[in-house]
């Protein structure tokens, strides 16, 4: 633990790691993230965050690793800037950025993966049919 101190510290110094932005940042978020996004609807429900949301908000899903199967996980209300980085399936969008809130969790997704609401989705594909992106994302 003290090593994985004295490298963090070291690399922090050097900029190597973004200074955290709030308490709740640690060193899983202190950079880019690279995954994949999806399309999922809330319908009128519950998110894990306690609120309903249309799905044309600018709302996402982030995985466990993050929410912890905890209601009102400390990422409720956290904002993450997402980019369309391609697709391998024609989907379009490809640079395109979107900054939403995370509303809810995604129990399939993996660290990297993100869940978009319709409104997010739309704004980074172009409204393209639904299907999946690959996108870089961090908190902001």
Known sequence: MRFESIIIL????????AAPTSPNE???????????????????????CGQKNPDSSLIVALSNTYMQSKA???????????????????TGGKGKSVTATVADTCPSCDAGHVD?????????????????????????
């Open 10 to 17: 070291a690399l922090s110094a050097y900029g190597a790691i």
């Open 26 to 48: 640690n060193v899983l978020e202190a950079r880019a993230k690279q995954g994949l996004g999806t399309i999922y609807l809330q319908e009128g429900g519950y998110g894990s």
């Open 72 to 90: 009102n996980s400390p990422y409720c209300g956290r904002k993450v800037k997402i980019t369309n980085t391609g697709s391998n399936s024609g």
């Open 116 to 140: 978009l609401s319709l409104g997010a989705w739309n704004a980074l594909t172009g409204n393209a049919a639904y299907g999946t992106i690959n996108i870089s994302w961090d908190f902001v």
